[in-house]
């Protein structure tokens, strides 16, 4: 079973930058899409980013489309969410999870983290 751990949260200036990773604690991350999501306080869950487990699909919701990157490392047991030009409704915890080969709308994943707080404040 993959167990999946989130790091790189923190506070930040609008307009900063913060990069989050995601690992995979025994077990790859190879044969998984790996999406982000994040829930600010009140709303509901939100799919950010999504990279397959081959890395040739890559989504992104439309709010972050030109400021966040995702990328899968060389070792195959993380994946990064790099975030820049940050605006204060990126806010939320940021929650990583896994499912087979490829992304999918929705929340319909197997493996989640716990999450990480993003917080964009100045």
């Known amino acids: 079973q993959v167990q999946l751990v989130e790091s790189g949260g923190g506070l930040v200036q609008p307009g900063g930058s913060l990069r989050l990773s995601c690992a995979a604690s025994?077990?790859?991350?190879?044969?998984?899409?790996i999406g982000w999501f994040r829930q600010a306080p009140g709303k509901e869950r939100e799919g950010v980013a999504c990279?397959?487990?081959?890395?040739?699909?890559?989504y992104f919701v439309d709010s972050v489309k030109d400021r966040f990157t995702i990328s899968r490392g060389n070792a195959r047991t993380t994946v990064y969410l790099q975030m820049n030009s940050l605006k204060t409704e990126d806010t939320g915890v940021y929650y990583c999870?896994?499912?087979?080969?490829?992304?999918?709308?929705?929340?319909?994943?197997?493996?989640w983290g716990q999450g990480t707080q993003v917080t964009v404040s100045s």
């Open positions: 025994g077990g790859t991350l190879a044969n998984n899409a």
């Open positions: 990279v397959s487990s081959s890395g040739g699909s890559i």
């Open positions: 999870a896994a499912r087979p080969w490829n992304c999918v709308p929705g929340t319909s994943y197997n493996y």
